[in-house]
């Protein structure tokens, strides 16, 4: 299993990214997909999920704001980030599975949302 995340940056407050993540290795239809999220001295912080039927979940300090996606053609899962927040800033990693703690997940991209 292989997932390797892309996108992260530096941002404005109020700002968007996109972030990707790239699977292989697995039947990637067949899997729920999640982001996740870390700062330093922190612990690991769920973000959403995206079952494999297309449903999705949202922790509460990004709902309305963030949406994941996946194409199943390209086994890729997607985070689109607006109105981001100073508080967003993290390593956000890519999780396979339903869980910020899934049995797999890639190197993280950083996300800095700063003036």
């Known amino acids: 299993v292989q997932l390797v995340e892309s996108g992260g940056g530096l941002v404005q407050p109020g700002g968007s990214l996109r972030l990707s993540c790239a699977a292989s290795g697995f039947i990637f239809r067949r899997f729920a997909m999640s982001w996740a999220r870390q700062v330093p001295g922190k612990g690991l912080e769920w973000v959403s999920t995206i079952y494999s039927d297309g449903r999705t979940n949202y922790a509460d300090t990004v709902k309305g704001r963030f949406t994941i996606s996946r194409d199943n053609a390209k086994n890729t899962v997607y985070l689109q980030m607006n109105s981001l927040k100073p508080e967003d800033t993290a390593l956000y990693y890519c999780?396979?599975?339903?869980?910020?703690?899934?049995?797999?997940r890639g190197q993280g991209t950083q996300v800095t949302v700063s003036s």
């Open positions: 999780v396979l599975g339903g869980t910020a703690w899934g049995p797999e």
